[in-house]
């Protein structure tokens, strides 16, 4: 394993290769009132040589031969302008150009020249995998404010409760895939902190979010284990070219209250530059459990976070970068059922912290060198107020130290190759494991993007990593795009995926004493603990698959992607794409002994096969200049093939359904099985957004549907969800906003309303009911 | 002209198709819970059990007679005073009260109790079986289901929350040799239709059951 760092170490030194310049071209970018426009994307369409701006809006290209030459000028936000330049025996400098502000889709956007990120070289939307970004302009016309509502909102994603892990127990599900699947990433670094694997997104607001990244497809190939299902980056600002500041207030229904203050500025003639943010946020929770006498479904709580980002040019080669994230939760709910209450307390605290430092040579190469700090820290435990007995429900400590060192270069102005190595140290101090456990990583990795015509480009990747447990492994990726006419875009992909088994499959051992009184045995503990339940006379059957218990491996996926974009006429485009995963090694809880009053004994298998196999479609119609309406659609097949076999082959409670329209017991089928709890079959949404810029106006409209999805079982336990079990029914969620720009652009008002019908169902317990809020936002910047 | 008319026939769509939309929103979803109301059954809605102890303290056991609808003081174990016990792990373990019967709390006393399971609706069942299923095929107490296709609940796997098997009837020999059917619907707080939080307040039973008086068979309870 360790040849291939070396190896990978010493090509990235290779290509610091130094070339003599011919002639060059260079000029300034600057928008319709004149600003400079920062990290605009300038490409040379004959040679697809290509540069970014400055934070002054300045590029150059050098070394290039006499010729003609067609720039294509492209920023975030702005419209593509194209130029021709002649170079004849002298340089062409002082270049000019503006570029028209663009009319935004609050859908997914697909940007050619994208704000360059200091964190990380690899260009997300540019891996094999579908992609999606979310712009900090979508966000402020959705009015959201923690990072769970924006995301809810996308095509192929949702948010939902783990009953079986607790009240607070929620995360996000990506094409099917648990929470515990998709890699959740600050600037290219993963963040940690799961409750049973589930990563509770409201945690994080979306003040000072510049961008959002998913990916939706196995991306362990790049980002190593965790990232089976994909990837949610989260991008904090990025450039600052000028002195500005906001401050943000709202406030609404169920006394949510969100305050942000924010300031950033340039130093030191331009070299540096840095911000801070901090953000307030309480709510007090909703209650969706008609049962409940007091207390909430979703908890209340307060959260404060912190946030800033220093740079510093060191030199014309190297910057350095600290950027750094510190967020505390508290959340009191007290909950009864017109019974004695119980006090459900969580204290949160998470950081995140990096220093960077970036090495751009003259060749073009660019380095990225890293140290990632991540501590997260959950004290919960819920106390019966009957008797002030105190259950420990989640409390941990968990650190990951990070170095990496990344590296970028384009060859022949048309391949971009990336990539990286480094090494991963992560421990956890749980109460519920004996003892601090940890676990290291070293891993390399790199990605090749081709652009071999204009017709085709290739990506492939590959990432090998060792673990300090289970070994090396290698995931490669590969992905090809043809584009027949300029109005197609035909793209397939291949990626592997995996996940290591994480501390609580391995060391976990838990009764859960209020809920049943099942115990959950980690495999490493499995042995021991359960002979100390014989010994104590506690243990009324031992299954046969007891003996089975043993080293976890890591779960494996292979992820195939095959769609294509149509630009239907010039207003409208359609995205469609199909998707197939099949999942190995699956690893799910199984019973496998039963204490003397029935309460089941589980540990962790890799036993399931499963498949999350579907498509998603996505519509964006621009109906007039400011005016655009897009629609998401995913379909979903999401099931276990153990299942399926235990049906065919009538296995034991598996082949029996009890119908609830006869009252009678009778032989499964497979068509009786629906697939996997929380899944819906299908989930779409549609978005009208209006803009009318004049005004400094705009408006949006919002409506998601979510299928109807398997809650538990009923009737009879057969261990799969058949057609009379329990589902959450399909629902429509309305949601609305509209903003309105006054005094040259420095203050803003708006107006949100999520769940306008105020929908709700017991069986969503997250769910909040109508939400209105008020905003006021003010900027301070210097008047053009 | 033309291109305005069918824009504003985009929008009358628009507007019906978002009217559709709101009407499918606005309501919210309610749990139905079953009646359990006949007009000759008792129904028990929250009796608790041992409230505020865990698996690791144990439950104390109960008893209950059908005569008075109530609890009965564990001091009159030996008598035919009550009908089932509620035993074990939160009090879910339905006993009968057997004299003969060693793993009865009846035992050594008078008590002629019995109960079998029957895969019925509590409505379907009409008649207790013969004295000869009830030997056959009875037993001392009924709870978690293994697979076994006694008992009243299982656990479901992902969840952890116990849900009671549906078409799942008792018939019993009641202490004093009465004939009566049981339904066990709930051991939660006010017996949801569907339990959503792993903390929800338990043992509350819930149940309903008819006990046939003048000592025969017939056990219909719906007209």
């Given amino acids: 394993m360790f040849k291939i760092y070396l190896l990978l170490y010493l090509s990235c030194l290779c290509l610091v290769t130094s070339a003599q310049s011919l002639y060059k071209i260079s000029g300034q970018v600057r928008n319709e009132q004149g600003d400079p ?89 540019r891996t094999p995998m579908p992609s999606t970004v979310i712009t900090r302009k979508q966000i402020e016309m959705m009015g959201s404010r923690r990072l769970d509502e924006v995301l809810k909102e996308q095509t192929g994603l949702a948010i939902v409760n783990d009953i079986g892990s607790g009240a607070r127990a929620v995360g996000l599900q990506l094409q099917g895939f648990d929470s515990g699947y998709t890699m959740i990433m600050i600037d290219g670094q993963p963040m940690t902190g799961r409750n049973s694997g589930n990563f509770d997104l409201s945690r994080i607001t979306v003040a000072n979010i510049e961008r959002i990244e998913i990916i939706k497809g196995a991306s362990s190939c790049l980002f190593g284990s965790e990232a089976l299902a994909g990837v949610v980056n ?70 404060y976070t912190i946030q800033g980002r220093g740079r510093y040019t060191l030199s014309p080669m190297n910057a350095l970068n600290v950027t750094g994230r510190y967020a505390v939760r508290n959340s009191v709910n007290q909950t009864a059922y017109s019974t004695t209450p119980s006090r459900d307390v969580l204290v949160e605290k998470d950081l995140n912290a990096s220093a960077i430092l970036n090495t751009n040579f003259s060749t073009g190469l660019r380095l990225k060198t890293q140290y990632y700090l991540t501590r997260y820290a959950t004290d919960q435990n819920i106390t019966n107020l009957a008797d002030d007995q105190v259950i420990p429900t989640n409390n941990f400590v968990q650190y990951l130290h990070r170095g990496e060192l990344q590296a970028s270069q384009t060859f022949w102005g048309s391949m971009v190759l990336t990539g990286g190595t480094g090494i991963q140290y992560e421990t956890m101090n749980n109460n519920l494991y004996s003892g ?150 699956f690893i799910n809880t199984d019973q496998v002994a039963t204490k003397n009053g029935g309460q089941q004994i589980f540990s962790y298998f890799n036993i399931d096969r499963a498949f999350l196999t579907g498509a998603d479609v996505g519509l964006s119609f621009r109906v007039t200049k400011g005016f655009n309406i897009s629609a998401g659609y995913q379909l979903l097949y999401a099931k276990d093939r153990g299942v399926i076999d235990s049906i065919k082959a009538g296995t034991g409670n598996y082949a029996q359904v009890y119908d609830t329209d006869t009252r009678q017991v009778r032989r499964s089928k497979v068509s009786d099985y629906f697939g996997l709890t929380n899944r819906s079959r299908h989930m779409a949404n549609v978005k009208f957004t209006y803009e009318y810029e004049p005004k400094g106006i705009t408006g949006t409209f919002r409506v998601n549907y979510r299928g109807k999805y398997g809650f538990q079982e009923a009737n009879l336990s057969n261990q799969f969800l058949d057609p009379y079990d329990t589902y ?57 | 002209m033309k291109l305005i008319s069918t824009y504003k026939n985009h929008y009358q769509k628009l507007l019906i198709a978002m009217a559709v939309v709101a009407a499918f929103s606005s309501c919210t979803k309610e749990q139905v819970k079953p009646q359990l109301e006949d007009g000759s059954s008792t129904v028990v809605t929250d009796l608790p059990g041992d409230v505020g102890s865990t698996i690791n303290t144990g439950f104390k056991t109960f008893y209950f007679s059908f005569a008075t609808n109530g609890k009965v003081d564990s001091s009159a174990k030996k008598s035919t005073s009550w009908d089932i016990s509620f035993a074990r792990e939160y009090n879910s373990y339905i006993g009968i009260n057997n004299g003969t019967n060693e793993g009865s709390y009846g035992f050594g006393g008078p008590g002629k109790g019995a109960i079998v399971s029957i895969n019925q609706t509590y409505d379907d069942v009409k008649e ?93 309870t719906k007209n």
């Fill in chain 1, 37 to 125: 426009v920062n990290a605009a994307s300038i490409l040379i369409k004959e040679n697809l040589r290509g540069t970014q701006t400055d934070t002054m809006g300045r590029f150059v290209i050098d070394k290039l031969k006499p010729g003609n030459y067609t720039l294509i000028i492209s920023a975030l936000g702005y419209e593509k302008h194209f130029m021709q330049v002649a170079i004849e025996g002298a340089s062409v400098g002082n270049i000019h150009i503006r570029l028209k502000t663009s009319a935004q889709n609050l859908k997914e956007v697909s940007v050619l020249g994208k704000q360059e990120s200091h964190d990380n070289l690899i260009d997300l939307t």
């Fill in chain 1, 234 to 303: 989260i991008v904090t600002r990025q450039n600052i070219s000028q002195s500005q500041g906001l401050a943000s207030l709202r406030y609404g229904s169920f006394n949510t209250f969100d305050a942000t203050l924010e300031g950033e500025t340039p130093f030191a003639k331009g070299k540096g530059s840095g911000y801070i943010s901090g953000n307030y946020y309480r709510t007090d929770g909703f209650n969706a459990n008609p049962y409940l006498s007091e207390g909430k479904t979703a908890p209340p709580y307060d959260s």
């Fill in chain 1, 436 to 585: 601090v456990k940890s676990q290291s990583t070293a891993f390399a990795y790199a990605q090749a993007d081709w652009k071999l015509s204009d017709e085709l480009g290739l990506t492939g990747g590959v990432r090998g990593e060792h673990h300090s447990r289970y070994g090396s492994s290698l995931n490669p990726s590969f992905g090809v795009k043809y584009q027949p006419i300029k109005a197609l875009t035909l793209k397939a992909a291949i990626a592997t995926g995996f996940k290591t088994p994480d501390f609580r499959q391995l060391y976990l051992n838990f009764t859960n004493l209020a809920g049943g009184g099942y115990t959950v045995l980690g495999t490493d503990v499995f042995a021991a603990e359960l002979q100390k339940l014989k010994d104590a006379g506690q243990i009324a059957t031992v299954f046969a698959n007891a003996t089975k218990v043993s080293t976890l491996k890591p779960e494996r996926s292979v992820a195939y992607s095959a769609g294509f974009t149509l630009q239907i006429t010039p207003a409208i485009k359609a995205d469609v794409n199909g998707f197939y995963n099949d999942v190995r090694n």
């Fill in chain 1, 728 to 784: 959450v029914s399909s629902f429509f969620l309305l949601n609305a906003s509209v903003q309105k720009k006054l005094m040259n652009n420095h203050f803003s008002v708006q107006l949100t309303a999520d769940n306008i019908m105020n929908y709700r169902d017991q069986l969503m317990p997250g769910q909040s009911g109508r939400t209105v809020m008020l905003g006021l936002n003010y900027r301070f910047f210097k008047q053009q």
């Fill in chain 2, 128 to 220: 207790a079986p013969s004295d000869a299923d009830f030997q056959s095929k009875g037993v001392t107490s009924v709870g978690w289901d293994p697979g076994n296709g006694l008992g009243w609940y299982f656990y479901d796997l992902k969840t952890h929350i116990a849900v009671p098997v549906k078409g799942r009837t008792y018939v019993l020999r009641t202490a004093d040799g009465k004939y009566a059917k049981l339904e066990l619907v709930s051991m939660y707080k006010g017996a949801p239709a569907v339990v959503t939080d792993l903390n929800w307040p338990s043992p509350y039973f819930t149940f309903r059951y008819y006990v046939q008086q003048d000592g025969s068979r017939n056990l219909s």
